[in-house]
């Protein structure tokens, strides 16, 4: 199944305004009204929908209003890796602005909503408002660096420091777009979601969840994440935020975020470090 053939149009885009295009910087008033018109086509689509197919054609992008989605690749022995999570607010397929076909695909993970923007109203929304092509830009550079920030994490992070960076990077973005509560966010991700994401096997995320429980940095219930020392655990892995670029965001929707922890990582990693322990008792819902 494909967004194509869930839901019906709508044309209440008022969801459109949490965002990531929306809350660019350097928007005016009628940049923004001009977006919403564009992208006026709204579907609600079910989880394990397909907006996109592995290297299949493709003409248009998908703006995530609702639920959770990832870009996902099957590789040639059948498995499957998620180089990157779309959270609320979030394009999924920036590259279908000058690519036909793409060699990834993009599936809900839950149930949710796109605005579709088609590659032509795309390229006429661009030419009569250039704010609007460069934060398109913007977030095309900032998708970059994501990648390259996951990349250098399955290098050279341990599992602890990998699920702790990703914890830490999801409550950033998540907070942007308005969508955590203090220290705390809905995850609806199994263990074998992130253990794609992490390239990890689906135990030992079962065993570095455990890990980090046993060290109080952090709690997983129903689907929940509650991170109860954010300093101790950026400090574990490193995260800092600069990678994710946020002064593309608007200074009047930017949000107060947590600070970064790195900076005491000296004084704080050591404490921190938990001591993997062979727990299979789930800490996130099994695939």
Same mark, same amino acid.
């Given at each position: 199944m494909t967004a194509a053939d869930a839901g019906g149009d709508a044309r209440d885009v008022s969801r459109l305004k949490a965002t990531r295009p929306w809350l660019s910087a350097n928007l005016g008033v009628a940049d923004r009204d001009a977006l919403a018109r564009a992208c006026g086509d709204v579907r609600t689509v079910g989880a394990g929908t397909d907006l996109l197919r592995q290297d $299949?054609? $493709?003409? =248009?992008?998908?703006i995530l209003l609702d639920g959770w989605a990832a870009r996902y690749?099957?590789?040639?022995?059948?498995?499957r890796f998620i180089p990157a999570l779309a959270v609320p607010g979030d394009i999924c397929d920036l590259d279908a602005l000058r690519f036909d076909q793409l060699d990834y695909g993009v599936t809900m993970l839950s149930a949710g909503a796109v605005a579709v923007l088609p590659r032509q109203r795309a390229d006429a929304l661009f030419a009569t408002s250039p704010a609007i092509a460069d934060a398109f830009w913007s977030l095309a550079l900032a998708e970059s660096s994501i990648l390259t920030e996951r990349a250098a994490s399955i290098g050279r992070r341990s599992a602890p420091q990998r699920l702790a960076h990703l914890l830490c990077e999801l409550l950033v973005r998540l907070t942007v777009v308005g969508k955590a509560d203090g220290h705390s966010y809905d995850l609806p991700l199994t263990q074998e979601h992130i253990a794609d994401v992490l390239g990890l096997t689906p135990v030992h995320v079962n065993r570095t969840l455990q890990s980090l429980r046993s060290t109080d940095l952090l709690t997983v219930q129903h689907r929940r994440v509650t991170i109860h020392n954010w300093a101790a655990l950026s400090a574990l892995c490193g995260f800092r935020s600069a990678y994710l670029h946020l002064e593309t965001?608007?200074?009047e929707f930017a949000p107060e975020l947590p600070q970064d922890g790195a900076r005491r990582r000296g004084q704080l990693a050591r404490s =921190?470090?938990? $001591?993997?322990?062979?727990?299979?008792?789930?800490?996130?819902?099994?695939?």
């Open positions: $299949t054609p $493709t003409s =248009a992008l998908h690749k099957i590789m040639e022995d059948g498995r965001v608007d200074d =921190a470090r938990p $001591t993997l322990r062979p727990s299979f008792a789930s800490g996130l819902s099994a695939p």
